[in-house]
């Protein structure tokens, strides 16, 4: 099958990523302005965060809602391609953040490069299969608020007893709701996506290695996920048992 790359005619990724790139430098330079310059990009990265979870959770939603057919091998609307462009946006700054002030974070890293490998081929090879991308995408950003409050107030727990509180008491609502979606939805729904590339059903419409390729990286991602949500239970019941000591 041939392979080719496209280039729409309405193009709104260099948009996104300048819209993201704002949105960043707002929360460096205005939101987190009186921050320790330890915690701003942090800061700045979990803000951006926000204003790209929640968005594109009902961006994705409504675009999965709109689909006339909805299959793993339907070719793209041009409402799931924006969407696209938007989730694209968002990984290619925040992958930035992290190549900058953090390179030795290379498990987020190469997460967002997983991400933005499988919405990239989607988008502008394949053209077909985001109904399957969009659903993981809405259940891996449904835990991106609480995620992204708790890493806040983690990043100043030291300094306020208050946001100590807030990422005490938000741990395990976050923890469970992130275990349902990326430890039992997301690996079910994985299944299915996998179980219908693997069946050669997509094969008239998709390159075999695009349906390859999205089994092993979105497996490995979500393999990464459930090992670290792994170890932030184990982190928890460890401090809930020291403080049962004292």
């Not at 204003?51 to 909805?70: D, E, F, K, N």
């Not at 190469?110 to 991308?133: E, K, N, P, S």
């Not at 590339?197 to 695009?210: E, F, L, Q, T």
């Amino acid at each position: 099958m041939e392979v080719e790359v496209i280039v729409p005619g309405q193009w709104f990724l260099p948009h996104f990523v300048s819209v993201f790139c704002a949105l960043y430098m707002l929360g460096y330079f205005a939101v987190f302005n009186n921050w320790s310059p330890k915690y701003r990009p942090d800061g700045s990265s979990c803000f951006m965060s926000l204003c790209h979870g929640t968005p594109a959770v009902l961006l994705a939603a409504a675009a999965i809602l709109q689909q006339p057919v909805r299959s793993f091998a339907s070719p793209n609307t041009d409402f799931q391609n924006l969407v696209l462009d938007f989730s694209v946006g968002y990984f290619t700054v925040d992958l930035l953040h992290y190549l900058i002030f953090m390179p030795s974070e290379y498990l987020f890293i190469a997460h967002h490069l997983a991400t933005l490998f499988v919405f990239i081929t989607c988008r502008y090879i394949a053209q077909h299969g985001a109904f399957a991308l969009l659903v993981l995408l809405v259940l891996a950003e449904v835990t991106s608020a609480c995620q992204n409050v708790w890493t806040l107030a983690g990043l100043r727990r030291a300094e306020s007893p208050t946001a100590a509180r807030i990422h005490k008491n938000l741990a395990p609502p976050f923890f469970v709701l992130y275990t349902i979606m990326r430890g039992f939805l997301g690996p079910w729904f994985f299944y299915k996506m996998g179980a219908f590339y693997v069946s050669g059903k997509a094969s008239d419409v998709m390159a075999m290695w695009i349906c390859a390729s999205w089994i092993v990286v979105v497996g490995s991602a979500m393999l990464v996920s459930i090992l670290w949500i792994c170890n932030l239970w184990l982190e928890l019941f460890r401090e809930k048992t020291l403080e049962k000591k004292d």
